[in-house]
């Protein structure tokens, strides 16, 4: 009785030890993709949108986290489009590049994401130099990326636990900040079977607003 005693207390550890270490598995870990700063300028002759990004390369919607790298986007619009753009920001000079599809111009380039109020862009176009002042969409009430995808994981805790396995999480989170009159997020969670199932969420509270399934 004594031995079948201490079997049974074994065996409780050894569950509790497995349960532990799916439990301890850290989804931050596994953001394969997280946009986590917006600026933005408006006016009647142009619009400007800087976001700070965080992607793995080469990018893959399979469920697999790969190596990330910090990237930086500027789109710009312009109501009378010029010829040509050359862009100066943060120490940065380039020119921009057409995408006719979209009539914008756009910028990628590395660098860690830009943390303040406001950044300063000038922008030459035919010769004409102007400087615009983007500012951050965030306040400090707006949740961080990995808050957003905490939400998201109390929202949906069945499916995300079904993924953990003891030391690893068989999937992979996009986590995007998104701007319309307020800041929101839009979570991913993709499997390696290439189904994703997506959240919008209230960016000040966490509250998830609808879901969606989809395919990569």
Known sequence: MKRFFIALVCAAVLICQLAGCSAQVDLS?????K??????????????KLYCVSREQPYAADGICGDVCDIIEIYVTFAK?????????DGLHADMN??????????????????????????NCDGEQKIYRALNVKDKGVLSCEQ?????YAYDKELFDSLKTRRDFAGEIYVRLLYDDGCYY??????????ITAYLLDGGIGKVISTKKLSA
Do not use: H, W
């Not at 300028?41 to 400007?48: F, G, K, L, Q, V």
């Not at 303040?116 to 000038?122: C, E, L, P, Q």
């Not at 839009?186 to 189904?195: A, F, T």
């Open 35 to 48: 946009r986590s700063e917006i600026y933005l300028y408006s006016d009647d002759d142009a619009e400007i």
């Open 186 to 195: 839009y979570v991913g969670l993709c499997d390696r079977n290439k189904n």
């Open 29 to 33: 870990e596994y953001i394969s993709e």
């Open 81 to 89: 489009t010029p010829a040509a753009v050359e862009i100066s920001v």
């Open 98 to 123: 057409y995408e006719a599809v979209d009539k914008r111009f756009t910028l990628y380039y590395s660098a860690p994401p830009l943390q303040r109020d406001g950044v300063d862009i000038t922008l």
């Open 148 to 152: 957003a995808v905490k939400c998201a």
